[in-house]
């Protein structure tokens, strides 16, 4: 469990590091919280010649609710959106969530930015991300770049980042209305058995918006529209919620692991769906 | 005397002594980080020495080029088997009565077996080494299943073997069968069976887990070539026998080695058995001249160093209509892996699993045990019990479980109806042991009105009409265990280990001021020997507690004893120390009577003194008589205060205990949560009440995780499949649910103190109650038996085949 050699730079602001990273192209990787990457380097999964350690940067870091969007900064952490009182106001999905997220320990140094750049499917962040339909903003030679939290995602580790990139915020509208972030795992520290974003807004006793998405049950995030549309004008009844489950399992396409095999794992995904559903619309 | 002079309660309190929650005295540097572990010993020009291990479970090792590697910077050397054979070290005895690759000599047996050990500067340019040895390996079919082990024309696992019929413990029925071990009378059980009212037959599967101590296993190898001298610092359980074994092993005369096992953080038997790193370590000094460290790391541990369990368990349990048992049977396939290297009794290859009759009356029984090659890591050490009595109690307590539903008894009535009765102890097993004392009647009933049992079978029978219902989703189970555990070993007439009779030893010498220090043959890892066994004396001799200092663990010092495992410090070392006491005071009284001018038979010990019989106003504190044991010239009493005591305990002891788990469980997720865990525990006399309470909470804790997620899982390539800590569990504060602990007393007639041992009763009884308490959710709807580990998805799957997803 010790990682090959190689050389550390900490840059102290992000044109630096990106100086950096066009040096040394594919040899180079930037770090954030290191919780995905350091595991790999140490079992020699990952070479990395070049790390690049954002921690010095502060235009990294930060939480602002601005009028009607809520900014993160890449190098925020986990604990960091615990403990910021505007945010769980604004946007309390993010505070439910992170709360989920490992242990103390693992939130005081894991990153925002980390959590949802990387593309690990295990990750909470990105299912969170599609379902507030958070922008991801990137910093590139080129300049800066915003894409879609709901289109970011290609594959396992496979992401629309291009190697030479920085991802360095994330930000989203302030999201309305009723929340839930439900997740199984085995134990504190493990990824998702199966994990469920969803916020819904009522009006009059009927569902005005849906937005559902889920996490470690695809090789990506999964937002589905589907689901979402179909609570969309009904009175969220019985009947309405499991059509919304029905629709987002059939979006799922989860593996066997360690946690079980494809049939439990959609059998709980549904159960986790339901769940996360049925809290966002008590709290609508 | 007047008031000023301490009441006799007061004196007792002011000892420390049996009885007292006493602060454990380790804590104040564990808690300020100022423990020495193994990692901790930098010496300078210190080398670090790790492993290339095999990624294959079974594979010939075609050839193996350390060119590449030596050019590494730092790198020093690349040892291979070819450089340990001139040695005879390219394959070391295991306790088991086996031996064992040090580095693979032609094949490998299981992923992580150890092929070469790179030595070089520190553990940075090792790393880089290792990945620069190259090795060509041919892959060879994989055996991970025992059963299919046993085929007739499975693949030879151990061709070191082959044609050898005869084992370390009798015949070899194939060419990967290791032993079978038997006990009881098969005949007259099988024809009990034959003709029984009710007879349920079952397999009980105990899986395979890991003690996956919190710091792996290590050592640092110090060979001094001025003087001749070894001195080998490391993770063992069992000092003094590394030190013997590493002598026989190595040629090096036993005087010529110092063993010294420094804080140790955690063992729970991982760290009894002798690993390749060891040797390697040893060589590697001799070699080089220099002071060589090995460390595993978490995965390295998980992976090769001592599993525990992987017993396939079949049984017959037979009884009347009444449900009083007439009968056991038990014929169980253990998987060993590659090398047989369990840590057990010599005359023991399946430890004491014949105590599986349990807290039972049971007239006749029978238990085979087959042990069995397969490409997996050796060990099958006892995890935080005492030599496969985990797997004994498991498997009755399943049994029990099992014969209710068969009978369609309520399951306590049932335990009740069978119980060796107060007035049978000793009780003669079936199985060939004396249990020396018991109380299990009283146990049960106290533990059953503490979680008001009936009130909660009442609950249960509510919940199922309401989950038929479509009111719930969460069914209720009520896990019942009572555990007979067998700890102590051992009598030196029937428990050895490599020929080392297991006896334990004490040394006291007390100071002329008044204080002492007591030596030991066993060693702590976490089980605060510093702190009891100072009561312990305390109680014997009068002295504080706080005025005893306890070391162990250094055999140029310590007496030799056999260590610590299977809770037999207590019962062994920790009588060795009463006796030790007791040659003290016999010796004080005479210098208190010299003192007080009065004969020997004139004075009466009372709980910190000698006083003459009629006149307690006169006496001599045990201070006062150790100033006067080194300062004045007694007739006929040589000068000084010490003692020394070998213990040879006349029986194991029989700790037993009641515990009852209620667990609520998701029937659509798997997920389980714990109401309530009522623990019962009888270790006879309770030396530390505080520490036996944290024993508990610890061994239920390791139980949870062992019957609700833990394991070393493998898929057919013999990869593991559970090699970090991501997917073995290991439970934090936030999956550990409280526990109630309560106790009931009955002394070990055969103890001087009458203390049985506690560290293990916890894991072996709260294995069943957790998983009793899984199965009993689901009795009403039809579940006779299921495996653990109970994760989320084998719940959901049990829940899933019930049909009870509609």
Redesign the interface.
Known sequence: ??P??FEYHRPSDVSAALAILTEHGDDARVLAGGHSLIPMMKL?MAAIEHLIDLQDIAELKGISVDGGTITIGAMTTQHELIDNADLAKAAPILREAALQIA?PQVRYVGTVGGNVANGDPGNDMPGLMQCLGATFHLVGPGGTRDVAARDYYEAAYMTDREDDEILVSVSFPVPEGGYAYEK?K??????A?AACAVQVTMAGGSCTAASIAMTNLSDTPIWSKDAGAVLVGTDCGPGAIGAAVDAAVAAIDPTED????VE?KK??AG??IRRAIERAISRA | MNDLTPSREERTENLKGLGCSRKRVEDARFTQGKGNYVDDIKMPGMLFGDFVRSPYAHARVKNINSEEALKVPGVLAVLTAKDLEPLGLHWMPTLAGDKQMVLADGKVLFQGQEVAFVVATDRYAAADGIEAVEVEYEELPVVVDPFKALDPDAPVLREDLEGQTEGAHGPRKHHNHIFLWEAGDKEATESVLASADVVAEEMVYYHRTHPCPLEPCGCVASMDKVNGKLTLWGTFQAPHAVRTVASLISGIAEHNIRVISPDIGGGFGNKVGVYPGYVCSIVASIVTGKPVKWIEDRMDNLMATAFARDYWMKGKIAATKEGKITGLWCHTTADHGGFDACADPTKFPAGFMNICTGSYDIPVAYLGVDGVYTNKAPGGVAYRCSFRVTEAAYFIERMIEILAIELNMDAAELRRINFIKKEQFPYQSALGWEYDSGDYHTAWEKALKAVDYEGLRKEQAERVEAFKRGETRKLLGIGLTHFTEIVGAGPVKNCDILGLGMFDSCEIRIHPTGSAIARLGTISQGQGHATTFAQILASEIGLPADSITIEEGDTDTAPYGLGTYGSRSTPVAGAATAMAGRKIRAKAQMIAAYLLEVHDDDVEWDVDRFAVKGAPERFKTMAEIAFAAYNQAIPGIEPGLEAVSYYDPPNMTYPFGAYICVMEIDVDTGVHEIRQFYALDDCGTRINPMIIEGQVHGGVTEALAIAMGQEIAYDEMGNVKTGTLMDFFLPTAWETPNYTTDHTTTPSPHHPIGAKGVGESPNVGGVPAFSNAVHDAFRAFGLRQSHMPHDHWRIWKTAHDLGLHG
């Open positions: 469990m010790i090959a050699r020699r242990d199984q085995r134990k504190i520290g493990d990824y058995t360690n946690r079980g095999p439990f059998h709980v159960v986790v």
